[in-house]
């Protein structure tokens, strides 16, 4: 989704803008603009494409000044294009706006500006930000942008600058994510933090409507109503680096092989090897809260929503607690039975997408619990949920998530403990032996990652291909479906998953010897039934390609290539199967010479609807 930057200061702003840009790309982009305050006057520059076009366009005209704001779109309203692209202005040019989110009520305030004689020069939701600023300025950028705010209904993390006030960066947000970094003679904002790392490690995280007032020496934030608000400053421990690319060629494949360290930091603390105690600091909830829930849900959407699906069947297996787990964009239309007795866990990553957070704020309203498992501290996810569950997988950058998917499993299966022991579903001995496998499971991923050339051969043999299937049973069928979404997000291969056992009730069909099939057969008390189902796809001529634990040669003996991990519990094989699934799609993604990084449509943070 949209990237933000902003900022004022002693230094120059283009660089820092363009810099805190292409930290930003990772978020998906269509076209980027900056504006800068040069000798008093408003400059934009802004085209379609990537940063490098803006670059150009900068080398041509330079833009020295010491406030700016820049942007990253990724289109919504209207096709990518220059005249789109952020920032927009006013008719006089005398003041920009960048804006991420959607203005749901654009086409009555458009009509409305219309008949007072503004004219429009792009498709964009944004353009009737810039006008309607023009129509409620008076002299006064602050008063504004709280008039405007009053009359646009949506999402929005909204940076003004005004050349008739250019000691000041306005900035504001709703629903869209929006940072407050502050330096010593300078102060930035930013749509995340790794935009302005390199600047400060002082951070204000933003609530809903509350409007910042940047200048160079200070920041100031107020409610619409004009009442000053305190803010804690987060220090931001980790560094610039672990938000870089460290030597390899892409943020997805380091991403990858940085599994083996996030698993570990999620479960560090929490399970200990000598410790029968599950220790959950920012989680609150007692025996005598858990006797009365009588279901979860776990709302969540794509990748973090598989992990979802993982999290229903062990929580259900352990804790003995029914568990239903739906699509975040499903789940808030669907009138839900929910209420006090009900806990809802969301998954999120970013903690900042639109769907899980409304999803969240529903289950609020109807008085549920709310537990948010989430990667980033800070984020909306974790101020609004009343327990938080943090992923310590660190900056994922990649759009196609990997590392915050297994760090995820482990939240599911420390959750699922949690609740077993508090309810006394389950014995210590019990508890012992899950904890000691958990804690393996870093070193097997580890020598999962050292196995490559199996996968490398597959993804040389089959990058060609237009449709793959994968198959599962059980718990290897919600690893298929995350499978299958990685290669097809990154590779553009059309990708189907299907719980093994439903092939022959229709997609069957559809196998041939044009078709791989990716086979999981980890799970032991299925073993046979799966052997069967890939012989079935065989005698249809598909290649098969097979992940299983080892020992189980006869998987071996009716594929074309088997891929064998390391022995682990059945619950616990989704955090082994899913890497060589992941390596896989990487391979096939490069061998297509795709931009695995950042693929063609998506978003890393789907901050609307
Ligand atoms: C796929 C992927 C997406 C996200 C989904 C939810 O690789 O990354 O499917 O998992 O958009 O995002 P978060 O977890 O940030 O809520």
């Given at each position: 989704?949209c990237?933000?930057v902003?900022?004022?200061g002693?230094?120059?702003?283009?660089?820092?803008?363009?810099?805190g840009?292409?930290?930003?790309?990772?978020?998906?982009?269509?076209?980027?603009?900056?504006?800068?305050?040069?000798?008093?006057?408003?400059?934009?520059?802004?085209?379609?494409?990537?940063?490098?076009?803006?670059?150009?366009?900068?080398?041509?005209?330079?833009l020295?000044?010491?406030?700016?704001?820049?942007?990253?779109?990724?289109?919504?309203?209207?096709?990518?294009?220059?005249?789109?692209?952020?920032?927009?202005?006013?008719?006089s040019?005398?003041?920009a706006?960048?804006?991420?989110?959607i203005?749901?009520?654009?086409?009555?305030?458009?009509?409305?500006?219309?008949?007072?004689?503004?004219?429009?020069?792009?498709?964009?939701?944004?353009?009737?930000?810039?006008?309607?600023?023009?129509?409620?300025y008076?002299?006064?950028l602050?008063?504004?942008?709280?008039?405007s705010?009053?009359?646009?209904?949506?999402?929005?993390?909204?940076?003004?600058?005004?050349?008739?006030?250019?000691?000041?960066?306005?900035a504001?947000?709703?629903?869209?994510?929006?940072?407050?970094?502050?330096?010593?003679?300078?102060?930035?904002?930013?749509?995340?933090i790794?935009?302005?790392?390199?600047?400060?490690r002082?951070?204000?995280?933003l609530?809903?409507?509350?409007?910042v007032?940047l200048?160079?020496?200070?920041?100031?934030?107020k409610?619409?109503?004009?009442?000053?608000?305190?803010?804690?400053?987060?220090?931001?421990?980790?560094?610039?680096?672990?938000?870089?690319?460290?030597?390899?060629?892409?943020?997805?494949?380091k991403?990858?092989?940085?599994?083996?360290?996030?698993i570990?930091?999620?479960?560090n603390?929490?399970?200990?090897k000598d410790?029968?105690?599950?220790?959950?600091?920012?989680?609150?909830?007692?025996?005598?809260d858990?006797?009365?829930i009588?279901?979860?849900?776990?709302?969540?959407?794509?990748?973090?929503?598989?992990?979802g699906?993982?999290?229903?069947?062990v929580?259900?297996?352990?804790?003995?607690i029914?568990v239903?787990?739906?699509?975040?964009?499903?789940f808030?239309?669907r009138?839900?039975?929910i209420?006090?007795?009900?806990?809802?866990?969301?998954?999120?990553?970013?903690g900042?997408?639109?769907d899980?957070?409304?999803?969240?704020?529903?289950?609020?309203?109807?008085?549920?619990?709310?537990i948010a498992?989430?990667?980033?501290?800070g984020?909306?996810?974790?101020?609004?949920?009343?327990d938080?569950?943090?992923?310590?997988?660190g900056?994922?950058?990649?759009?196609?998530?990997t590392k915050?998917?297994?760090?995820?499993?482990?939240?599911?299966?420390i959750?699922?403990?949690y609740?077993?022991?508090?309810?006394?579903?389950?014995?210590?001995?019990?508890y012992?032996?899950?904890?000691?496998?958990?804690?393996?499971?870093?070193?097997?991923v580890?020598?999962?990652?050292?196995?490559?050339?199996?996968?490398?051969k597959?993804?040389?043999?089959?990058?060609?291909?237009?449709?793959?299937?994968?198959?599962?049973r059980?718990?290897?069928?919600a690893?298929?479906?995350?499978g299958?979404?990685k290669?097809?997000?990154?590779?553009?291969?059309?990708?189907?998953?299907?719980?093994a056992?439903?092939?022959?009730?229709?997609?069957?069909?559809?196998i041939?010897e044009?078709?791989?099939?990716?086979?999981?057969?980890?799970?032991?008390?299925?073993?046979?039934?799966m052997i069967?189902?890939?012989?079935?796809?065989?005698t249809?001529?598909?290649?098969?390609?097979?992940?299983t634990l080892?020992?189980?040669?006869?998987v071996?003996?009716?594929?074309?290539?088997?891929?064998?991990?390391?022995?682990?519990?059945?619950?616990?094989?989704?955090?082994?199967s899913?890497?060589?699934?992941?390596?896989?799609?990487?391979?096939?993604?490069?061998h297509?010479?795709?931009?695995?990084?950042k693929?063609?449509?998506?978003?890393?943070?789907?901050?609307?609807?």
């Open positions: 989704m990237g933000i902003g900022y004022i002693k230094n120059e702003a283009t660089p820092i803008l363009m810099e840009l292409e930290k930003l790309e990772y978020r998906g982009y269509d076209s980027a603009g900056v504006a800068v305050i040069v000798d008093d006057k408003i400059k934009i520059k802004k085209c379609k494409g990537r940063l490098k076009n803006l670059e150009k366009k900068l080398e041509k005209e330079k020295p000044g010491n406030i700016g704001i820049g942007h990253t779109r990724w289109a919504t309203h209207g096709e990518p294009s220059d005249t789109n692209s952020h920032p927009h202005f006013n008719k040019g005398t003041l706006v960048v804006h991420n989110g203005i749901e009520n654009y086409i009555y305030i458009k009509e409305w500006l219309e008949s007072l004689g503004y004219e429009f020069q792009s498709d964009t939701d944004t353009e009737v930000i810039a006008h309607l600023l023009d129509y409620n008076d002299g006064d602050i008063e504004a942008v709280s008039k705010i009053d009359k646009i209904e949506g999402s929005y993390a909204l940076g003004v600058i005004s050349e008739i006030e250019p000691d000041k960066l306005v504001i947000r709703k629903d869209s994510p929006l940072i407050v970094g502050l330096g010593e003679g300078e102060n930035f904002i930013a749509s995340d790794p935009a302005i790392l390199n600047h400060t002082k951070i204000y995280m609530e809903d409507r509350e409007l007032i200048s160079k020496d200070g920041v100031e934030i409610t619409l109503e004009g009442m000053p608000v305190e803010k804690e400053v987060y220090n931001i421990t980790w560094d610039a680096e672990s938000a870089e690319k460290g030597g390899y060629e892409h943020f997805m494949i991403e990858i092989y940085e599994q083996p360290k996030a570990r930091d999620t479960m603390s929490r399970i200990m410790s029968d105690d599950i220790v959950i600091d920012d989680i609150n909830l007692t025996a005598e858990l006797k009365n009588n279901r979860v849900f776990i709302v969540a959407c794509g990748t973090a929503y598989h992990a699906m993982v999290g229903k069947y929580i259900e297996k352990l804790a003995r029914p239903e787990v739906d699509i975040a964009s499903e808030r239309y009138n839900p039975l209420d006090e007795n009900t806990l809802l866990i969301i998954i999120s990553q970013s900042e997408t639109a899980t957070l409304s999803a969240l704020r529903l289950a609020k309203k109807k008085n549920c619990r709310v498992v989430t990667n980033v501290v984020s909306s996810a974790s101020r609004e949920a009343d938080v569950l943090y992923t310590w997988a900056p994922e950058i990649a759009v196609a998530s915050a998917y297994t760090t995820q499993l482990i939240s599911m299966y959750l699922a403990l609740f077993a022991r508090l309810n006394g579903e389950m014995e210590v001995e019990e012992r032996l899950i904890r000691d496998e958990m804690l393996e499971l870093p070193d097997k580890n020598k999962l990652l050292e196995d490559k050339e199996e996968l490398q597959f993804a040389n043999n089959n990058f060609g291909h237009m449709d793959m299937f994968y198959i599962g059980g718990l290897d069928g690893v298929s479906l995350e299958a979404l290669l097809k997000e990154i590779s553009y291969i059309h990708a189907e998953a299907y719980a056992g439903e092939l022959k009730h229709g997609p069957i069909a559809l041939d044009d078709i791989p099939v990716i086979a999981l057969a980890t799970q032991n008390e299925l073993l046979d039934k069967s189902n890939i012989k079935e796809v065989v249809r001529g598909a290649k098969v390609i097979s992940f080892e020992g189980n040669t006869d071996g003996k009716v594929s074309d290539q088997v891929i064998y991990m390391p022995k682990t519990i059945s619950i616990l094989t989704p955090v082994l899913v890497i060589p699934l992941q390596l896989l799609s990487y391979y096939v993604a490069v297509r010479g795709c931009d695995v990084d693929p063609k449509n998506l978003a890393k943070s789907v901050t609307v609807e």
